[in-house]
């Protein structure tokens, strides 16, 4: 992982302020505490009741008070195809869902973030625009070997791939040769690689399987991208990691039968590392109706017995983080109106829902919020190098913090949702778990439906964080 720096934050004459409660989560932890804060950064956590005199004070109650959610896979695609998502929509959704550090994904913006240049387009299309803090992963394709290392120094956090088609023209898939090239750059700057891992070989032979076939059933969806598209796609890059030493990050992990070659590389001790999504962790493809094409994602949401692994996984840590892979398109694009599962955009819209969606799952299979600030915290922290600044309630992180009520039940209307598109599947769906105030570096953005005035999200640049 990358050092990380930023220039001390003023405390002459930045006040000191304290947010507290009876269910503080730090590190492997829930307890009653006060927080220190001063010029946004936490100071000190001391006894619930250790409060300075005339220190103004936010009181959590019997809430959870955890690190803000650190979201290490959305799609917000401005510049290029703002019309499907843009900085503005998309953090404040994020902030409205606890969310206070997203980074984004290279594709789906025009231009992709492959070049320097592009890079550049992407910082001023999002000045002004943050309700929380964003920052970005650059791309790996075909022929951009030699901008890896400038992009590195320009301030991405990592970089990203594909080994079979994206769905968008200006960010190719890469073949083993590619990925030959770039491995050791990448472990020479000490990059992360985070793959979109099937391969192209299975799903050419469903594809030729299922000529002719009912493309409004879900079933013939799931059949197109086999699980052993993802279990070829990972057992290549297991290899090439063991061969290079660089750190590979697995993104959007669906099929579980990946997970015992995922574990024995941990037992290794490879540089690996592995996420998957609140979908995959909530839906059942045996519950997909069919034609209900919001529920389409690449990979496929897979089978209930599926699902059921992924949450083992991440009980024994093969799984190290969840993360949405929040991948919005305009409406019309899901072919609602059709249902064919075949040419639908590929992408499920869920950033303002990753905190209820998997507290919804995982209480129910009894683990706990140190799990969640583990998953959604402070392991996307880590991965994007950020692990100084972000994802801990700890003395010299920043003051993210995503106050919710855990046994608060609400149903999901879309109308109150604040992605720019509404399309979601959990629509109708009864999650637990109500964010009700949002901080980012001390600063309240987001309290019970109300967002406030000023935006003081920041991009986050490696190296001059």
């Not at 409205?96 to 594709?107: H, I, K, Q, R």
């Not at 001790?269 to 839906?283: D, V």
């Not at 093969?318 to 064919?340: F, N, V, W, Y």
């Not at 949702?417 to 629509?427: D, F, M, S, V």
Request: hydrophobic share 40%; charged share 20%; with cysteine.
């Amino acid at each position: 992982m990358p050092n990380t720096s930023r220039a001390p934050a003023d405390a002459s004459t930045d006040p000191e302020f304290i947010v507290r409660g009876q269910r503080v989560v730090t590190p492997g932890a829930e307890r009653a505490a006060a927080i220190h804060i001063r010029g946004g950064v936490i100071t000190a956590i001391s006894a619930f009741d250790d409060i300075p005199a005339r220190s103004p004070v936010h009181e959590a109650g019997d809430s959870i008070l955890m690190p803000g959610l650190v979201d290490t896979h959305v799609h917000i695609n401005e510049p290029g195809r703002t019309e499907w998502e843009g900085f503005s929509s998309a953090t404040r959704a994020a902030a409205a869902g606890g969310v206070t550090t997203l980074v984004e994904m290279p594709l789906n913006s025009v231009p992709a973030v492959t070049t320097v240049s592009a890079y550049r387009e992407k910082l001023a299309a999002a000045a002004g625009k943050l309700s929380v803090d964003v920052g970005f992963w650059g791309g790996l394709v075909p022929g951009n070997l030699g901008e890896l290392r400038p992009l590195w120094e320009a301030g991405v956090v990592g970089f990203k791939c594909f080994l079979v088609p994206s769905g968008v023209e200006e960010f190719l898939h890469v073949t083993e040769g590619d990925l030959r090239e770039a491995l050791p750059v990448l472990a020479a700057l000490g990059a992360p690689l985070l793959a979109h891992a099937e391969s192209p070989g299975p799903i050419e032979t469903a594809a030729q399987d299922l000529v002719d076939c009912e493309p409004c059933r879900y079933a013939n969806w799931l059949a197109s991208r086999p699980r052993e598209a993802e279990n070829d796609a990972i057992a290549l890059l297991l290899r090439l990691c063991r061969e290079f030493k660089t750190h590979v990050h697995i993104v959007h992990l669906s099929s579980s039968d990946a997970i015992p070659q995922l574990h024995q590389a941990k037992l290794e001790g490879l540089a690996l590392s592995a996420e998957t999504c609140p979908h995959y962790l909530t839906f059942a493809a045996e519950e997909i109706p069919d034609r209900a094409t919001e529920f389409k994602c690449a990979p496929p949401i897979r089978e209930g017995e599926n699902r059921e692994k992924l949450w083992a996984a991440l009980r024994d840590r093969t799984i190290d983080l969840i993360a949405s892979d929040h991948s919005p398109c305009r409406p019309e694009m899901k072919l609602s109106q059709t249902g064919d599962f075949l040419r639908a955009w590929g992408g499920i819209s869920s950033l303002q829902l990753d905190l209820p969606a998997v507290w919804t799952g995982a209480r129910s299979r009894g683990y706990s919020v140190t799990d969640l600030a583990l998953w959604l915290c402070r392991q996307p922290a880590r991965l994007a190098g950020l692990e100084k600044h972000k994802g801990s309630i700890a003395v010299g992180c920043d003051a993210d913090f995503a106050i919710w009520n855990p046994d608060a039940m609400f149903r999901v209307e879309p109308a109150q949702l604040h992605h720019r598109h509404k399309i979601t599947p959990y629509a109708g769906r009864e999650l637990a778990g109500v964010v009700e105030t949002t901080f980012l570096r001390g600063r309240k953005v987001f309290e019970r439906g109300e967002f406030q005035s000023s935006l003081v999200g920041q991009v986050l640049r490696r190296g001059i964080l």
